[in-house]
């Protein structure tokens, strides 16, 4: 997956239902922040649910949101 974001040329659209920050996430969300910084279009759907932790920790998502990068949490009742 890495090797897919470091080759994306015009956009990368993820989606997710477990998001946690670790280091894994983490070197993602770096390498999603690259990316963004060139112009790439980032844009992360995670769910609500199963990212619970990252909702209530989006700290962790400024550097991308800076970068121009966009993240939304998805809750289907």
């Known amino acids: 997956?890495?090797?897919?974001?470091?080759?994306?040329?015009?956009?990368?659209?993820?989606c997710t239902y477990v998001f946690q920050?670790?280091?894994m996430?983490?070197?993602m969300l770096e390498a999603l922040t690259q990316q963004a910084?060139?112009?790439?279009?980032?844009?992360?759907l995670l769910d609500l649910v199963g990212s619970l932790g990252a909702y209530?920790?989006?700290?962790g998502f400024k550097v991308l949101k800076n970068a121009g990068g966009r993240w939304l949490f998805l809750c289907l009742s």
């Open 1 to 14: 997956m890495m090797q897919e974001i470091e080759n994306a040329k015009y956009s990368i659209d993820m």
């Open 21 to 23: 920050f670790d280091t």
């Open 25 to 27: 996430t983490e070197t």
């Open 37 to 44: 910084k060139k112009g790439v279009k980032v844009r992360l």
């Open 56 to 59: 209530f920790n989006q700290r």
